[in-house]
């Protein structure tokens, strides 16, 4: 009993062979909608197998958090605008299949950030305006 706990990454993973359950290694993009529904509904996309579906997404995807990354507009928004909407899409579906389904989003400091000191920032610290934020990264 207790929970499985399935990751999903672009890259081929050399630590994956190493897992053992509870924990399963998914290897797809987080934009591909096909594969981020089998990953959700359990394999085969049908919810044949309910137990199979996930219940609790914590969602981390990010990309062009530093380097040369923080400026290439195109991946920011393919991973981190895309690919965040491919997995709320899933889970609606998931919800109006009525699977219980928990979404927990981890954003960064950088949603709030433009240069200023941050101290004790919460869920209700205001967003930078698009124009304060100086990087590809930070406006997505």
């Not at 137990?51 to 969602?59: C, G, Q, S």
């Not at 920011?76 to 009525?98: D, F, P, S």
Request: aromatic residues 6%; charged residues 20%; proline residues 4%.
């Amino acid at each position: 009993s207790g929970r499985a706990v399935r990751l999903f990454d672009i890259v081929d993973a050399p630590t994956a062979a190493a897992l053992r359950p509870p924990y399963e290694y998914v290897q797809g993009d987080i934009v591909d909608e096909a594969a981020v529904w089998r990953l959700l509904s359990g394999g085969d996309g049908l919810l044949t197998d309910r137990t199979r579906a996930v219940d609790v997404v914590i969602h981390l995807s990010g990309a062009g958090m530093s380097g040369g990354g923080m400026l290439d507009h195109a991946l920011c928004t393919r991973v981190n605008v895309n690919g965040t909407e491919a997995v709320i899409r899933g889970c609606k579906r998931l919800a109006a299949a009525g699977q219980p389904i928990l979404l927990i989003y981890l954003s960064t400091y950088n949603v709030c950030f433009h240069g200023q000191r941050i101290d004790h920032a919460d869920e209700s610290t205001p967003y930078s305006p698009a124009e304060l934020c100086t990087d590809a990264y930070s406006r997505s």
